[in-house]
Structures are given as C-alpha cells and as structure tokens.
C-alpha cells in the first residue's frame, strides 16, 4: 500500500516538474509551417493569403476546399471546452503554432507550444484583427492588409446597394427550431450588411433560444436556415407559421452545404453576403437588373 | 380443509433448510411447530401456503397439489398472519384490513358491499372499529398484530397460519392473540397452525405441537408428551426442568443451565 | 386532511375542472397578446367547427393547444409512471429518472435520430430501451426480499449515468452538427416542436395505459405492502409486477418521445399527490396524472414566457423546480427514518 502511494506521489512529482520545463518559444525563421488550425475562420484566412501549405492539421469540421488530405482534429465545441479537444492529437504533430479559440485555453495554454489565441466573438472587428495578427504571425502582412482593404471595399460596395431599400427582416435559424444569433455575431452583422434586421438582433447572448410564438410575433420577411436542421419545406408547416410574412411569400432560404462559411467570422463571410444574402433579402435588385439588361 | 405436507425439502443456496418434512394441519385443532432459530419453521409456514415452492415432496389442500391452484384461490382457504409487515406508505386501518378482501373482490369495481361489510365485520372481532381512520404507522405493536389478524380474517379462511404472532407483546396482548388464535380453530372445519418460541404458550393453547429442529420433524403429538426434560435438553442445548402450574394445569419449562455437547 | 379529498369522485371531478381552467389559462398566455374572452370563443369555436381563419385561431388551435396537451400527456404520463414505480419498489424515491428508465428510454430515442427511423419507430425504440434499462436495474438490485431502496437507487443512477453517456456517445458520432442539433434538442426536453400529429399517437397512448392503471390501483395496494405481503392476499406478484413495470416504462417513454427528459416530475408528483389525497391508490394515481399534468402544463407555461421572447428548455425548469422539492423530501424522509 504505501509502495504504491509513494509511486502516485513520485508521478505526481515528476509530472509537475515536466510540466514546469518551459517553455521558452523561439520564433521560427520564415515563420511557422507546422500549424495547427481549430478554427474553421483562420483556415480559410490562411487560405485567403495563399498560406494554405503552411497549415498540417484542421479541425474535423473543416470543409475549406484544400483541407482535405489534411489530419482532422476532433472539436466539438458542444461538448464543452477543454473536455471535446484531444489535446494529445495537436502536441503529437509538433505543431509550431496552434491558432486556437480562447475557450480552448484551459486545454492547450501552457502546453510548451505556440498558440495564436482567437476571440470567442465573431464580429467583424474580431475577423479583422484575426485577419491582421495571422498574416503578421506568418510573414505576410501587407496580403493581410490588402486582404482586409478589399474586404472593406465589398462591405462598402453592398452597403451602397442596399442603401436606399427598405428594411427587410430576417430570421435565421441555427440547426435546431428557434436556436437563431444574437447581437454582433458574424451572422447578423451579416444580416446587416444585407440591409436587414436580424430579429433577434436586440438579444445580448450570441445563441439566443426564440420561442415559436416570438418568431410568428416577429413576422419576418425572410427566414434564413443554417445548412443543418430543418428544411425550408419543415419550417413552412410548422403549426401557425403559415401566419409569417416569409412563409406566405415562400422567402424562407437554406444556406448550401458548400456555402456555410458565411457563418465563420472570416474575410469571405462577405462572399456569402454578396452572393447569396442580399439577393435573398432583396429580390427586386435582380429583377432591376435584368430589367436593364 | 385439510392442509398436507409430504417429504417437503427446501434450501437457500447449498443451506438446507427443510430436509423431509411432512406435517398435516387437522381440522378443529390449533397446531404449534416450536423449536430453536434456523430450525426451519418460518420456511415451513412459507411452504405451508405456497409462497416458496419446496424442492422436493408437496403440499396438499384438500389433496389436490398448492401449486395447482391460483395465488387467489389459495389466499381465499389460507391467511398468513406475518411476522411483520414494513409499511412504506400508511394507508388507513380500514383500507389496509380492506386488502385482505382482494381475493374474494370482482375483478373489476372495488371493494363492493359485501366486501366492506366483512371488513367492519373483521375490525369489529378485532375491536379495531375505533381505529378505523388512523393511519396503520400510528399504532401500537399489539394494535398493529390485531390490524394484521382482521386482515386475514377478511380473507374470510379456513385455515390461519400464524408466524411468531406474539413476538414483541405484552403479556395482555400475547394472551389475547393466542385465545384469538385458538377461537378461530373451534368455527367450522376451521384450523390454524402458529409458530411459536414460547413453549409455555404454545403448551397452553395448542392442540398439538411439532417439535423440529435443522429442517427436521423430530417430535410431534400433545404438548405434555412433546415437551418433555429430554426433548428440551436434545433440541435447545438447555438443561430445563418441566413443572405443571396448579392455576392452569399446562406445563411450563423452567431452564436451569445450557449444556454443550 | 381533508375527507372528501381522500374518495376518487370528488378529486376526479376538482382535478379535471382545474385542469380545464389551467387548459384555457395556458391557451391566453404567451408572447403574442390574445384576450382572454377571444381565446375562450376561438377555443369553444374549434370544438364546435365553427369560425374563420384568423391569428387568434392559428396561435391557440394551432400552436398553444397541441402545446398545452403534450404538456398535459407528458406530466399525467410521468406522474402515473413514477406512482407506479415507486409502489412496485414500495420506494418513496423510486421514479422514472432515479432508476435509469428515462436515460434509457432518451437513449433509445436519440438512437431513433441516428439511425433515421420514423417517429414511431423510435418511440418503439424508446420504449424497449427504457424496458431494458429498467430491468438491468432490477435485475441488479433484486435481493431475496425484493428490492433493497439503496440498491434500487445507486443502481438506477449508474445505470442511468451509464445511458447518459451512451447518448454522449451518439452525439460524439453523430454525422452532422443537424443531427447532433436534433439530438440535443431532444434530450434538453421541451415542447417547441409539438405538433398534432405525434400527439395523434401519444396521447391515446398514454390515456389507454393510465386507463390500465386506474384497473390495477387494488394491486398497487398490494404491491406497495411488500412482495411477500401482495403474495400472501393472493396476488400472482409475477405477471402482475411484470404488466405493471412495462406500463410506466411504457409511460416514460412516451413522455420522453415528445418531451425529451423531463426530469424529477415522477418523483415530486406522486408525493405532493399523497399529500393531498393519501397513499390508497384509487384516489393516489388519478391524483397523480390530474396534478402532473397541472404541474408540467404551469412549467411549460412558464418556460415559454418568463423569459419571453426566448425560451427555456422544459427539462431544465422542471429540475431547477424538482432538486429543491427532491431535497425537502430527502429531509423529511430521514426525519421520518424508519418507515421508509
């Protein structure tokens, strides 16, 4: 018995003695080329800057087209934080720089390695910080600027069209039933920019739970859906919501499997928007269009 | 009725505990089984209505096999006074001695007229009208053992079997369920067996009286010739002398010192 | 107590009327406003046939009453299940959630969604899981003087911990963040989603097998005495026990069907219930599904307004109302000590 409590105090001991052995970080000349991406965001940033060689391993979610031959990390983030990353996994592949969200600190921060820690937000001043500190981290700063310049311009560039229409408001649902993004998340600045209203756009927790009711009170004009979830058919014949405008006019839109990264807060959310936000909100801007043609 | 056990064995696990017992409850007549722990007379009365099923041997009601008759059927000739009965939800006296009618209850619709009409019937003979609406985890030992006798009374039996019906009573109370015990074996083609450690109960009010020990038979008839110096010292270890009281005329056993062989 | 509240007429008739008046209280509250005299016409309107099309109707005929009857299906459910459950076991913390039966039955349902069966079949699903978990249980805890409270419960809840994480497990492997979202919504417990047309296959259900129940009050009474005690009035404890532990985990998994886990309603309900009506069955079940339903109809209620427009999940309400309630029982109980 008290071999063995002396062994679980020696490994216990020694443990924290390997674990204390830091964790001095040198910079790596021509910057890192091991990396680590956990967020679906930074991948596609890297992507964006011609970086993609660069990276080693992507999160398990990971649909950046590129990734694919790539080692996928398991991270679930319904899980829970620390409980869902295998930790082991990322430190095995002696990455030199992990770009993590910061709910992941608990299980990579003092972990000897080089971590390159995300906000948990995803507005757009959040991107455009991740955009700038990823293209300095890898040596390519000015791509970054010029990146963020022209994700500026296009901002600007669907603002001025939507600028003189009329408000339209959006719902947008997040996998399961009422499950919709709260105020300044990447979705309804998004919306926004569109020239709508997110109506839950009012609520300060970034995955407010709607009820029914509230979103039949709300009447939106369009209803967005995430890839996953119910189908556009399923929510028209939810009990009552025959009463929304969006039904009644049959605006309710599912975002494709290949186009979700609308809603990863990175510099091609605005691809998205232009693409396929503002003609869903704003039909008439074809129909001007065409009538030009 | 005639209630018949032949070369009944049973066992929990490698234990034995009954090993070839046959005893039979004659009509009229109050039975007591005695003998020390663990010689098996609990098991026996558990036998003796077919709550356990022994291993070998059988047991006969009217000579037909226990196990050929309904659980209904046998709680409608057999009531099973126990030894104790843990209450995890108080009812009240009337329901609870109630439940002892389920067995003669229509299948549907509840207690009906009759059925509550034997009830109050039991709870009178038990002088338990008063107590009706208490709840059964408010009363006395002795009060609870007289709830647990009206419930059996309901079953309206021929037969009662009794498991240490007097353990933990006061003397009144212990007198008072053995001339129960006895009364109800003088109605018609009535007859109880009680289990007993008691001896000087048990050699006052029963007819006869089955002596066992380690799962076995080892002495049966009346009372004076059962209980004997002999027996007692054979069965119990104990040195005991046997005396006859001039207020009742029974035996008691006076125990004088343990012997170990 | 009261006298009158301890014979079944009279609770039967108090209790539907309060559920009738909970019914059409729940019908005119909500996000949206809707006068109660208006809901009153719409509601006697849709019974009768009559009237046109217009929000008042669509928000109560459509959204708030097949609400309010999930509602009401799921806590009569639960409520009876956990009356039965807990005189089976003559356990006075025996319930569906404390002995597995509910993780098992969420299980088999979050099985459903994986395997993309259809809604009845995964309530099937449901319902043979929650049979299997119920009688590792039992099987486990049984003793030769039936069913040990401790034994019961500390196995009940590893088992239950142990379905649990069966469904972490599906969710791990779930194949996309739809099914996994699905999966979640599922076990949170909640009535967003309710629509006519599962209630089509739950409700009658669940009133056929209260219905089985109200038969078999006499032998709860009996059961709730002990095995040995039910055997010895003439019950066949076998059979009968067997039918009796299918019907509540018949019970619990159509609550949890359309519900999800809603936990800690099958063990206040049946207390709360022998408060006011006592332990004799004929009066103790019906008590138990007129006041789970009650008490699930207010929760849901209250879920879908307190912190209007949002939403709560019903499952989370119900424990933060069920741990404390669960707590002041603990107390009592071991105040009490012995009998139970």
Redo the contacts between chains.
């Keep these: 018995m008290r071999h063995v409590r002396d062994a679980i105090a020696l490994t216990i001991v020694l443990g924290s003695v390997a674990c204390t052995r830091e964790h001095a970080v040198a910079p790596v000349v021509g910057g890192p080329h091991r990396i680590v991406a956990l967020t679906i965001g930074s991948v596609d940033t890297l992507a964006l800057l011609g970086e993609l060689d660069r990276v080693i391993a992507v999160e398990e ?1 990971c649909f950046v087209p590129g990734t694919e031959k790539m080692v996928k990390i398991k991270n ?1 983030d ?2 829970g934080p620390s409980k869902a990353l295998n930790v082991e996994a990322v430190l095995a592949l002696q990455p030199d720089l992990v770009i993590a969200k910061e709910d992941l600190r608990p299980a990579l921060g003092d972990r000897g390695i080089d971590v390159l820690w995300t906000s948990n937000k995803s507005d757009l001043p959040t991107v455009e910080r991740i955009v700038q500190e990823i293209g300095d981290r890898v040596g390519v700063p000015d791509k970054a600027r010029a990146a963020l310049a022209q994700m500026h311009a296009r901002e600007a560039a669907i603002s001025k069209r939507v600028a003189n229409l009329s408000r339209v408001k959006v719902y947008y649902e997040s ?5 919709t993004s709260g105020r300044d998340t990447i979705v309804d600045e998004m919306i926004r920019l569109a020239g709508g209203v997110n109506i839950a756009g009012d ?1 300060a ?1 970034a995955n ?7 979103v ?3 009447n939106p004009d369009v209803i967005v859906l ?4 119910d189908s556009p058919e399923e929510v028209m014949q ?3 919501w ?2 929304i405008a969006a039904v009644r006019e049959k605006r309710v839109h599912r975002i494709a499997e290949r186009d979700r990264k609308m809603q990863y807060p990175s510099p091609s959310c605005v691809d998205g928007c232009e693409q396929f936000l503002v003609p869903w909100l704003h039909p008439e801007l074809d129909e001007t269009a065409e009538g030009k043609r | 009725m005639k209630l018949t056990a032949t070369g009944i064995c049973f066992n929990y696990g490698r234990t034995t505990v009954l090993d070839d017992v046959s005893i039979d409850v004659p009509e009229g007549e109050l039975l007591g089984v005695v003998g020390p722990n663990g010689a098996g007379k609990s098991t026996l009365l558990r036998c003796l209505h077919g709550s356990i099923r022994p291993r070998a041997g059988t047991v006969t009601l009217d000579d037909k096999p226990l196990s050929e008759y309904s659980r209904k059927e046998v709680a409608r000739a057999i009531a099973v006074v126990p030894q104790r009965c843990e209450i995890a939800f108080p009812v009240s006296v009337r329901h609870f001695v109630g439940l002892g009618r389920f067995a003669r209850e229509a299948w549907l619709g509840g207690p009906s007229k009759v059925d509550r009409d034997v009830v109050r019937k039991s709870l009178d003979e038990m002088r338990l009208d008063p107590l009706g609406d208490r709840p059964v985890d408010e009363l006395s030992g002795g009060e609870f053992r007289r709830v647990l006798i009206a419930q059996a009374l309901a079953q309206e039996p021929r037969i009662l079997l009794f498991d240490e019906p007097v353990q933990q009573l006061d003397l009144l109370h212990q007198l008072d369920v053995m001339e129960f015990a006895r009364a109800f074996t003088r109605r018609e083609s009535t007859s109880a067996v009680v289990v007993l450690h008691d001896l000087a109960l048990a050699a006052r009010y029963c007819d006869q009286l089955v002596l066992m020990q380690k799962g076995h038979v080892v002495a049966r008839g009346k009372p004076d010739d059962v209980i004997t110096p002999e027996s007692v010292q054979e069965v119990w270890n104990v040195r005991a002398a046997i005396e006859r009281s001039p207020a009742t005329g029974t035996i008691h056993v006076v125990p004088i010192e343990s012997v170990f062989p | 107590m009261n006298a009158t509240l301890r014979r079944p007429l009279p609770v039967a008739i108090i209790g539907l009327a309060a559920i009738l008046v909970a019914l059409i209280v729940s019908l005119a509250v909500g996000v949206i406003h809707a006068p109660f005299s208006e809901v009153l016409r719409t509601l006697i309107d849709g019974i009768t046939g009559r009237g046109s099309d217009s929000m008042t109707r669509t928000l109560v005929l459509e959204m708030r009453l097949p609400r309010a009857i999930g509602a009401l299906s799921v806590g009569a459910g639960l409520g009876v299940a956990g009356c039965m459950l807990q005189a089976l076991l003559r356990d006075p913390l025996a319930s569906p959630t404390l002995i597995g039966t509910a993780q098992a039955s969420g299980f088999g349902r979050v099985l459903g969604v994986f395997l993309g069966i259809s809604y009845a079949g995964s309530v099937a699903l449901s319902f043979v899981m929650a049979i299997i978990g119920t009688l590792i249980v039992l099987w486990i805890a049984r003793s030769r003087r039936g069913f040990p409270s401790q034994i019961v419960l500390l196995t009940g809840v590893n088992v239950g911990l142990l379905f649990a994480a069966l469904i972490g497990l599906l969710q791990y492997s779930s194949r996309d963040e739809g099914q996994l979202s699905r999966m979640v919504l599922m076990l949170l417990g909640g009535l967003w989603q309710i629509t006519w047309s599962p209630l089509a296959l739950v409700v009658p259900l669940t009133l056929a097998t209260i219905t089985f129940a109200l038969f078999a009050t006499r032998k709860l009474d009996l059961f709730s005495l002990g095995e040995d005690n039910a055997d010895r009035l003439g019950l066949a404890t076998g059979p009968i026990g067997t039918a009796i532990l299918i019907a509540a985990c018949l019970l619990t998994s159509l609550a949890v069907s359309i519900a999800g886990i809603v936990a800690f309603v099958g063990l206040i309900v049946p207390h709360a219930a022998r408060r006011i009506v006592g332990p004799a069955h004929h009066v103790l079940l019906p008590a138990c599904a007129i006041l789970g339903g009650l008490l699930v109809l207010g929760v849901d209620c209250i879920a879908r307004t307190v912190v209007a427009p949002n939403e709560l999940p019903l499952g989370v309400l119900t424990s933060i109302i069920g741990v404390p309630s669960f707590l002041i029982l603990l107390r009592s109980l071991s105040r009490r000590g012995t009998s139970a």
């Design positions: 979610d679930d319904h899980a996998g399961r039933p009422g499950r609520q927790l407010p739970q709607l009820s029914a009711e509230a039949v009170a709300a995430s890839p996953w979830g939810r009990p009552g025959n009463r």
